[in-house]
């Protein structure tokens, strides 16, 4: 005997599987033209908004059932922001990745945004949280206007896990690998910028632990875009105050400059927090790579940095550094 039909309807994607498409209507306010997911993705859009700047500001959350993903689970997200939109995509917490039963088994998060001619998108996830024996990999690609119109801020990070039950970097491994290409309908784009992290463990003698030197957490920063410049300016201006060793003698105030006597102060919390971080211009890029003992030295480093320079909070509001508070 046949079983009947199922009265609801069969879903068009697949598991994980989400698009975003925001377009900017005549009347100069932007809608979400498409707007789905599928478990084990979820997506949340409260809404429009403007930002100080007088912007229209579109809000995504992006997050997971149960807050994380489980052994072979996969998310694959792709984005589309049409000319002259905005959007922030955020997560509300840490993205978890839980405990894989085999080096097979692997979590995957998959992110394809293309970013229109003179749109902007703002990217500042929480980091991910890789639990003991969890398996992960991660690729995110950016599709820019050949023209450079497009602009970007793109956070990415990663924490040794749970440590307040004993994981220091007890993954199994974890794998990120960013792009940014110019978007070409022909081919994949020519390649402007790539940054990839892998970690995974060693022999006993040669353990993550070990190797990162009592560091809790990485991560990336990339800046990209014309809304975005002055805040990579600044960036690169912060990082050239910083001291050198063998330079001059630091704890004189002799021959500072104004930024380098506004750096001062902020050294004993850094210190403190165990953080260290670089800089450099790639390409047109900025691209920022950080550590700090924990998640929260890096989380006041970071967003003491982006509310200083105010380009952040005024193109795109408040909301956008939720992850930093």
Same mark, same amino acid.
């Not at 014309?226 to 021959?255: C, K, N, V, Y």
């Not at 211009?281 to 920022?288: D, E, M, S, T």
């Given at each position: 005997?046949?079983?009947?039909?199922?009265?609801?309807?069969?879903?068009?994607?697949?598991?994980?599987?989400?698009?975003?498409?925001?377009?900017?209507?005549?009347? $100069? /306010?932007?809608?979400?033209?498409?707007?789905?997911?599928?478990?084990?993705? /979820?997506?949340?859009?409260?809404?429009?908004?403007?930002?100080?700047?007088?912007?229209?500001?579109?809000?995504?959350?992006?997050?997971?059932?149960?807050?994380?993903?489980?052994?072979?689970?996969?998310?694959?997200? $792709?984005?589309?922001?049409?000319?002259?939109?905005?959007?922030?995509?955020?997560?509300?917490?840490?993205?978890?990745?839980?405990?894989?039963?085999?080096?097979?088994?692997?979590?995957?998060?998959?992110?394809?945004?293309?970013?229109?001619?003179?749109?902007?998108?703002?990217?500042?996830?929480?980091?991910?949280?890789?639990?003991?024996?969890?398996?992960?990999?991660?690729?995110?690609?950016?599709?820019?206007?050949?023209?450079?119109?497009?602009?970007?801020?793109?956070?990415?990070?990663?924490?040794?896990?749970?440590?307040?039950?004993?994981?220091?970097?007890?993954?199994?491994?974890?794998?990120?690998?960013?792009?940014?290409?110019?978007?070409?309908?022909?081919?994949?784009?020519?390649?402007?910028?790539?940054?990839?992290?892998?970690?995974?463990?060693?022999?006993?003698?040669?353990?993550?632990?070990?190797?990162?030197?009592?560091?809790?957490?990485?991560?990336?920063?990339?800046?990209?875009?014309?809304?975005?410049?002055?805040?990579?300016?600044?960036?690169?201006?912060?990082?050239?105050?910083?001291?050198?060793?063998?330079?001059?003698?630091?704890?004189?105030?002799?021959? $500072?400059?104004?930024?380098?006597?506004?750096?001062?102060?902020?050294?004993?919390?850094?210190?403190?927090?165990?953080?260290?971080?670089?800089?450099?211009?790639?390409?047109?890029?900025?691209?920022?790579?950080?550590?700090?003992?924990?998640?929260?030295?890096?989380?006041?480093?970071?967003?003491?940095?982006?509310?200083?320079?105010?380009?952040?909070?005024?193109?795109?509001?408040?909301?956008?550094?939720?992850?930093?508070?």
């Amino acid at each position: 005997m046949s079983m009947p039909n199922s009265p609801f309807m069969v879903p068009a994607t697949t598991p994980g599987f989400g698009e975003i498409i925001l377009t900017l209507l005549t009347a $100069k /306010k932007q809608v979400l033209n498409t707007f789905t997911y599928q478990y084990p993705l /979820k997506l949340i859009a409260p809404g429009l908004y403007k930002s100080p700047a007088e912007k229209h500001v579109t809000l995504v959350f992006l997050l997971t059932y149960g807050g994380g993903l489980v052994g072979g689970d996969k998310t694959n997200l $792709k984005t589309t922001l049409n000319n002259h939109t905005r959007l922030v995509l955020l997560t509300q917490g840490s993205t978890k990745i839980f405990k894989s039963s085999s080096a097979a088994t692997v979590s995957r998060q998959v992110i394809n945004v293309k970013i229109g001619q003179g749109a902007s998108l703002c990217y500042l996830p929480d980091p991910t949280q890789p639990f003991k024996a969890s398996v992960y990999e991660q690729r995110q690609t950016f599709y820019v206007d050949p023209a450079g119109t497009s602009s970007l801020l793109m956070l990415d990070w990663v924490s040794e896990g749970r440590r307040a039950r004993g994981e220091n970097w007890t993954l199994s491994s974890w794998k990120g690998r960013n792009e940014v290409r110019h978007f070409d309908e022909s081919s994949r784009g020519r390649l402007l910028l790539r940054d990839a992290v892998m970690l995974h463990e060693g022999d006993p003698g040669a353990s993550l632990a070990h190797k990162t030197n009592n560091m809790g957490v990485f991560g990336t920063l990339i800046v990209y875009g014309p809304t975005f410049h002055e805040l990579g300016d600044f960036i690169m201006q912060e990082f050239a105050a910083q001291p050198r060793i063998g330079a001059r003698a630091w704890d004189s105030e002799q021959g $500072k400059t104004d930024v380098e006597a506004a750096v001062r102060p902020r050294q004993a919390a850094e210190n403190d927090d165990g953080l260290l971080w670089t800089a450099a211009n790639v390409r047109g890029f900025v691209l920022v790579k950080f550590g700090s003992t924990e998640v929260d030295g890096a989380r006041r480093w970071l967003g003491s940095l982006l509310r200083r320079q105010g380009t952040v909070e005024t193109e795109f509001g408040h909301q956008s550094l939720l992850c930093l508070r």
